[in-house]
C-alpha cells in the first residue's frame, strides 16, 4: 500500500539576501519494499532505501574482484537527482561493490577489542527496525528512520537515527539536510576513518561525471568554526547543463570541519569525520550528533554566494523541526 503526502507551495521567501521563489507540490511516496521516493511536480528529488536491497541478478557473477563485498545493504540514499531528473549517484557498481550512492558509514568501527566495517559491509550492518515516518514538515518532507548497527548481523551496538529533509526548488536550486543520531547500545564502541586518517564519515559515490570538478573552502586556522563547505560539479548523463552539489557542515559537528578526500578516478568525494588519528567513542548516554546540507544547483556557486548559504544554514536548527 502506497502512502503519498503532499505540499502545495505558493509563497516567496527571502533569505541571506537572495530572494528565493518557491514553486510546486512536494510529494513522499514509500512503497512496499521500505523505499522511499520524494520529488516535486513529478520530479524526482531522491530515493532511500529504509529496507535491505538486495544484490541485482546477475550482479554477483559480472564482478572480477571484490566479490566479499557484494552484500546487501540498507540505509542509503540513491539515487540524489538533479535538477533535471539526471540520477547523479552511483549504486552497484563494478569497481567496489560496497559503494551505496550517499551513506553515513565507518571502515573502523571497534566493539569488544575486534574490528568490523561497516563502509565495506564486513561484520557490521545497519538493519531497519521498522520505525520509519514520513511527513510534511513545513514547506518540506521529512524521513524520520530508526536503524540498529548489528555486529555479525546479531548483536545490536548502535542506535541510529536518520533524519532526511528534502525542500522545494529555490532560485539558487535545492537543499537536502541530513542528520544522523548516533547513540552506543554497549560499552566500547568507537568508529573511525580507514586507517584513522583517510576516508570515513558521509561517503558521496556519485555516477560517472565528465568535465569533473571536485574542491574546498576551509578558512583559516584562526577561524576554527568559520565557513567551509566542499563541492562536485560537471556533466551528469541525461543533462545539457553543468550540476554541482555543495556539501555544508554544522559548525557544531565535533572536528568541524572534515577533511576533503577524494577519488576523482570514481567519481568520489566526501567531507570526513572523524579528524584524522582519532578514534571516536560512541556513547550510551549522549548521541553523537552530524548535520549536513547538501545544495543541488546548476554549475558551480562563487565564494560569495556559498558564504550566504553557509550562513544561512548555521543560523537555522540544523535539525528538522518537529
Given amino acids: 500500500m502506497k502512502k503519498t503526502l503532499f505540499l502545495l507551495l ?4 527571502a533569505c541571506c539576501g537572495f530572494a ?5 507540490a512536494v510529494s513522499a511516496t514509500t512503497d512496499d519494499a521500505g523505499a522511499v521516493l ?3 511536480n513529478g520530479k524526482p528529488i531522491l530515493k532511500y532505501n529504509y529496507k535491505t536491497v538486495e544484490l541485482p541478478p546477475g550482479y554477483f557473477e559480472s564482478l572480477e574482484h571484490g566479490q566479499i563485498y557484494a552484500a546487501p545493504r540498507s540505509d542509503y540514499i540513491h539515487p540524489l537527482y538533479g535538477l533535471d531528473g539526471e540520477e547523479l549517484t552511483g549504486d552497484w557498481t563494478a569497481d567496489h561493490a560496497h559503494h551505496r550512492g550517499i551513506y553515513w558509514a565507518w571502515p573502523e568501527v571497534r566493539f569488544g577489542g575486534e574490528l568490523g566495517d561497516l563502509h565495506a559491509l564486513q561484520r ?3 538493519r531497519p527496525t521498522g520505525k520509519i515516518d514520513v511527513r510534511n514538515v513545513g514547506d518540506a518532507v521529512r524521513i524520520e528512520a530508526e536503524s540498529l548497527w548489528k555486529w555479525d548481523g546479531k548483536t545490536p551496538i548502535v542506535r541510529e537515527i536518520a533524519k532526511i529533509t ?4 529555490e532560485a539558487e536550486g535545492r537543499r537536502v539536510d541530513l542528520h544522523f543520531e548516533l547513540t552506543a547500545l554497549a560499552d566500547g564502541v568507537s568508529i573511525a576513518r580507514r586507517n584513522a586518517d583517510q576516508y570515513g564519515g558521509l561517503n558521496m559515490r556519485y555516477a560517472p561525471v565528465k568535465e569533473m570538478t571536485i574542491g574546498e573552502f576551509r578558512s583559516p586556522p584562526a577561524e576554527p568554526n568559520g565557513p567551509a563547505w566542499t563541492f562536485i560539479s560537471g556533466l551528469w548523463e541525461g543533462t545539457k547543463e553543468r550540476t554541482g552539489i555543495t556539501v555544508f557542515e554544522r559548525a557544531t559537528n565535533p572536528d568541524y570541519p572534515g577533511q576533503l578526500i577524494q577519488f576523482p578516478e570514481i567519481f568520489w568525494f566526501q567531507p ?3 579528524a584524522a588519528g582519532r578514534k571516536f567513542e560512541l556513547s550510551k548516554d549522549q ?4 548535520d549536513y546540507r547538501l545544495w543541488i544547483h546548476r554549475d558551480h556557486f562563487d565564494e560569495a554566494g556559498c558564504r550566504k548559504l553557509w550562513e544561512r544554514y548555521q543560523r537555522e536548527t540544523g ?3 518537529n
Fill in 272 to 274: 570526513t569525520f572523524p
Fill in 20 to 24: 528565493s521563489a518557491v514553486f510546486g
Fill in 10 to 13: 505558493t509563497s516567496f521567501a
Fill in 38 to 40: 520524494v520529488s516535486e
Fill in 124 to 126: 557490521v550492518y545497519a
Fill in 319 to 321: 535539525k528538522p523541526a
Fill in 287 to 290: 548521541p553523537l550528533v552530524l
Fill in 166 to 169: 528534502a525542500y522545494p526548488l
